[in-house]
């Protein structure tokens, strides 16, 4: 049996943020696996070592995942701002 290897895309602080980021990565088709300290997680930890969050994506989908990490932190999934919306009335 082939078990599939998973690669460490990114660490983060919190599980919110964790959270988020497993958003990101889903809303791209890329499956990912949160791994954080037991006792962080027990007591919700979100800084510190124990609050560090290890984002697994696949081994083959790493180069992707790592893609949509560069383009969410060089701001392509940003929305801009609609001028109908922020126009005083």
């Known amino acids: 049996m082939d078990e599939q290897r998973w690669e460490l895309i990114v660490?983060?602080?919190g599980e919110v943020q964790?959270?988020?980021?497993?958003?990101l990565f889903e809303a791209q088709g890329i499956p990912v696996l949160l791994i954080q300290e037991g006792a962080g997680?027990?007591?919700g930890l979100n800084v510190?070592?124990?609050?560090?969050?290890q984002i697994l994506a696949p081994a083959h989908l790493?180069?992707?995942?790592?893609?949509?990490?560069?383009?969410?932190y060089a701001g392509v999934f940003e929305?801009?701002?609609?001028?109908?919306?922020?126009?005083?009335l």
């Open 11 to 13: 660490e983060v602080s």
């Open 41 to 43: 997680r027990a007591y």
């Open 62 to 72: 790493s180069d992707s995942a790592k893609q949509v990490l560069s383009d969410y």
């Open 18 to 23: 964790a959270e988020l980021m497993r958003g």
């Open 79 to 88: 929305e801009e701002d609609d001028p109908a919306e922020s126009s005083e």
């Open 48 to 53: 510190g070592p124990m609050g560090q969050v």
